[in-house]
């Protein structure tokens, strides 16, 4: 006659069949291993659906033939301030400073691009307002932190 072990009240077959459930239990869990995971595919999604949305906006009046390159290189030192060719905007000024390259940019059906500067002084908020107003009248280029 064979001898049994048994370990906290399990054979050893027992044992190896719970050992294997547990395995099974846990490869089918994981799912196919060829299938993209769910949270890389939902980013994929989203990524496909934001690049779709660009490619419904107008073209940069550069890539249009209007002008070669950036229309200004803009500065963001403070709060409502916007430095261009070493003078100071507000908002509405810099609307009027553009206002015929603009204009020019509406009739050709194409957006002017910048290129955007933020001083190390501005603080985070400032250089957030300063970006969506810009925004409504350019395509951003972000350049990074200059010294003002």
């Known amino acids: ?27 089918i869990s994981r799912g196919d291993p060829s299938s993209p995971n769910e949270d890389l595919k939902r980013e994929v999604d989203s990524l496909k659906a934001r690049i779709d949305s660009l490619m419904d906006q107008p073209p940069t009046c550069s890539q249009r033939g209007l002008i070669d390159g950036y229309l200004a290189d803009v500065t963001l030192p403070s709060q409502g301030v916007f430095v261009v060719a070493g003078r100071d905007y507000s908002a509405l000024a810099l609307r009027k400073r553009f206002d015929g390259d603009l204009k020019q ?6 957006v002017h691009q910048i290129r955007v500067f933020v001083c190390g002084r501005a603080d985070a908020n400032a ?6 107003e810009l925004q409504q009248m350019f395509y951003i280029k972000y350049e990074g932190v200059k010294d003002c």
């Open 127 to 132: 250089f957030a307002t300063g970006l969506r």
């Open 105 to 110: 940019a509406k009739q050709r059906n194409c």
């Open 1 to 27: 006659m064979s001898q049994r072990f048994t370990i906290i009240g399990f054979t050893e077959a027992e044992l190896g069949f719970i050992a294997a459930l547990l395995l099974f239990v846990v490869l």
